[in-house]
């Protein structure tokens, strides 16, 4: 699945876009954390998932391999 990194997550994981294999939100959390390490895995504490553009709070729903998912830390302005 791809993968798209905002703000603090970015940063974190020094990248915007990644790709990954995982079944739902809480392998895909792992996954990132493996690949990118402790300062990615504080950010992803706060963040929320979209999947496909829509806010997903199940961590265990199933993830579509087809899936575009973005991880949006909390940020200020707008």
Not at 23 to 33: F, Q, V
Not at 44 to 69: C, H, I, K, R
């Amino acid at each position: 699945m791809n993968v798209r990194l905002f703000a603090g997550a970015a940063a974190a994981a020094n990248c915007k876009e990644t790709t990954a294999e995982a079944s739902n939100i809480t392998d895909l959390r792992e996954a990132l954390s493996q690949a990118f390490g402790e300062q990615l895995t504080h950010v992803m504490s706060a963040t929320s998932f979209l999947v496909n553009g829509t806010v997903t709070t199940d961590q265990g729903a199933a993830l579509p391999e087809s899936a575009t998912v973005d991880i949006l830390p909390p940020f200020a302005g707008g």
